[in-house]
């Protein structure tokens, strides 16, 4: 008989792991993770590197001890019924244990057997996923000489082959290019249309964006915001004024001016001479900017008001501005 459904697939409560540990200093590791991940959603766990993305994933499905507090997957303790936790997860990792060698269709059946398929079952169950990872044509050649994409995708076939109830996906798409990405996140939407809880991490705000119901931003073991991707962006202070110059030396200018206006939370992108500011009253903190530069003799290039982006949110509160501006990522 089917189980009630319960309100979270995977739950963490203050987990924390040492590693390093010394007289001063808890090190790296988790600090104190708590996570509600709802049933049915796709729930992306978002962090720079060394956040603790790897080591969370690694806890939750029972390939790591914590050292203290608590963690459920499917309603099962991670600590104390790791055996029942395992049978009812899926992981795909960054190195997938797929072999080079075999086809996708060896792989996939191979990957059955091992799940105590009957050889039967194993070869209806791969022929299903090649069908829903859009590999049939390349289930017949070797792995080796299947791109980034197709690689990712039959990984994720392989953590599937028994139908798990929660998944875990670790950093999905990095390395990949744009199309084999958008590729993997259809496969990944059409997991949580079939049921599946998934939990990914990454660190591409454009992926938690465009995938995850709720999001955790985590900093340093620890989760420092958790909301829906919209309620971030609103978090972060509503709409943003945007105004783009001319050239370097308008920006500097500009920014004086800004300043002035709008305090302390400016973001200034050196690389596309563009400046940012959370405003509340749209159509005033407009005119009075625009008014502002009349009397500066300043003649931006662009002024326009719109919602802010994950990237914002995410350099607002990891505080990672200085990495990212010198990176180019512009807001
Ligand atoms: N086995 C280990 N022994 C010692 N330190 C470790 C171990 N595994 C992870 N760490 C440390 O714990 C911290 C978190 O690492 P983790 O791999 O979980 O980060 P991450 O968010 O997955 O990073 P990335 O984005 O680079 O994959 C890092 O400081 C890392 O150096
Ligand atoms: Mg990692």
Redesign the pocket.
Known sequence: MEKKQRPYAIQAYDVK?H??KTEKND????NGLTLEVPTGSIFGLL????????????ILTTL?KLDEGSAFVAGYDVSKEGHCVRSRIGLAG?YAAVDEQLTGRQNLEMFGRLNRLTLKQARRRCEQLLEQFDLVQAGGKPVGKYSGGMRRRLDLAASLIVSPEVLFV??PTTGLDPLARQEVWQAIRSLKKAGTTVLL?T?YLEEADLLADRISI?KE?RVIREGTPETLKSEFGGDRLEITLLSSEDVAVAAGVVRELAGSSMIVDEQENRISVPVSDRTGSLIKVASAFAGSGLEPKDIVLRRPTLDEVFIHFTGETDRKQKEGVSP
């Open positions: 792991k590693f390093g090190g790296p590791g988790l962090g720079p590197n060394g956040a603790g993305k790897t080591t969370a994933v690694k790591l960054q670790d950093e991490t660190q985590l073991g």
